[in-house]
């Protein structure tokens, strides 16, 4: 059974940082390109970052490029996003998921909430 | 960039009601469209890929059509279990989702 299972998140405050992780199980990880994707409450999803199966390339979305690095471990079957300079618009649920050949989603984690506050 | 309009915002119906949502796309995005469904307090969950493949497992009272920028999706005969927030997405350039249509009861 695929399993994605987020980590990480928590309460910071605004200009602090945070990484979060992404387990990944019950597949050949290192075959995927991953994503993060978020959620603000109450709100719609939002792409976040990619990253290919080798981790040689990355995509951002404008909203967090500069600030935001993704990367992976496929020794440990692991996706990392490295947050700083954090802002309270990041407030939200970051969820990891695994990227489809057809470059769809066809599986998420239940996500890791990230709280930006003072 | 990429941008997703879905309509409407909220769609009341009934069980049994064939509802339809409408996903359109700023540019052309060929068929590089998917439907997932999230209900309160969980992930997403994949319907439909490629703008008219249903996922495996997936209702067959589930379908979808469109290409290039107009796109539905239509659920023949809702059921109790459907009653959530659905989004589009294009996966033509980057990712982008549409605002979401949540589908309540009557």
């Known amino acids: 059974e695929v399993q994605l299972v987020e980590s990480g998140g928590g309460l910071v405050q605004p200009g602090g940082s945070l990484r979060l992780s992404c387990a990944a199980s019950?597949?050949?990880?290192?075959?995927?390109?991953m994503n993060w994707v978020r959620q603000a409450p109450g709100k719609g999803l939002e792409w976040v970052s990619y990253?290919?199966?080798?981790?040689?390339?990355?995509y951002y979305a404008d909203s967090v490029k500069g600030r935001f690095t993704i990367s992976r471990d496929n020794t440990k079957n692991s996706l990392y996003l490295q947050m700083n300079s954090l802002r309270a618009e990041d407030t939200a649920l970051y969820y990891c998921?695994?990227?489809?050949?057809?470059?769809?989603?066809?599986?998420w984690g239940q996500g890791t909430l990230v709280t930006v506050s003072s | 960039d990429i941008q997703m309009t879905q309509s409407p915002s909220t769609l009341s119906a009934s069980v049994g009601d064939r509802v339809t949502i409408t996903c359109r796309a700023s540019?052309?995005?060929?068929?590089?469209l998917a439907w997932y469904q999230q209900k309160p307090g969980k992930a997403p969950k994949l319907l439909i890929y490629?703008?008219?493949s249903v996922e495996s497992g997936v209702p067959s009272r589930f379908s979808g059509s469109g290409s290039g920028t107009e796109f539905t999706l239509t659920i023949s005969s809702l059921q109790p279990d459907d009653f959530a927030t659905y989004y589009c997405?294009?996966?033509?350039?980057?990712?982008?989702f549409g605002q979401g249509t949540k589908v309540e009861i009557k």
């Open positions: 490629k703008a008219s």
């Open positions: 990253i290919s199966s080798s981790g040689n390339t990355v």
């Open positions: 019950g597949f050949t990880f290192s075959s995927y390109e």
């Open positions: 997405q294009q996966y033509n350039s980057y990712w982008t």
């Open positions: 998921a695994r990227v489809a050949s057809g470059k769809y989603y066809s599986e």
């Open positions: 540019q052309s995005i060929s068929s590089w």
